[in-house]
């Protein structure tokens, strides 16, 4: 029940906390796109993109690397350490970053990444190419989390070219840094909800 009605204060799609993800599929379904929330791994082999929003680095998503296989997936990393909020039910609180260990090891070892972070004054985030829509421009949060490692083909990087979000081996799998672009938090923002 904690996780249908969404106050559980996870990173899930149905979590109403600043660090879920409701508002993305609120959005999805509000533009027409009938987002579907996957609730087990056999429901992962339709050709649809598939969003995939772990707590933590340590989660074993082997599952659903092979359910998925050559299919559009993207990944977001995650980036805040969360508790209850013990006054109110369903609330989070976020005392802080995860260590840069723990997203460091969300697709490990298969795919090992190197986190960074660094303060940001909202400046946009580059998309690349730079043939991309004109509207789709981000505003780097304001600790901006990026990645670095092999084989990644950058999408969306900072002012310095650091990766937010990134294409592996040219292959359709994708990895955001920050998960601040997509979740409630970030969708609360018109204009990041726009891009």
Known sequence: PDLRSGRNGGTHALSNAATGFSGLVRMAQATGRN????????????????VVTPDHGWINLQ???????????????????????????????VPGLLPAEDPERT?????????TRSRSNGEPLLTVPDFAPPDLKFLAPRVTQTISGNHL???????????????????????????????????????????
Do not use: C
């Open 63 to 93: 599952k659903i690397l092979d359910a998925r296989g050559p299919r559009a997936t993207l990944f977001v990393l995650p980036k805040w350490e969360t508790t209850g909020d013990p006054l109110k039910s369903g609330w989070v609180r």
């Open 153 to 195: 083909k950058p999408l969306i990087t900072d002012r310095s070219g650091r990766i937010v979000l990134a294409q592996w081996n040219n292959q359709q799998l994708y990895m955001l840094a920050d998960p601040d672009l997509l979740n409630n938090h970030g969708m609360g923002d018109e204009r990041q909800a726009r891009a």
């Open 107 to 115: 697709l490990a070892p298969g795919i090992p990444v190197k986190i």
């Open 35 to 50: 987002p579907v929330v996957v609730r087990s791994v056999s429901q992962l082999k339709g050709e649809e993109l598939a």
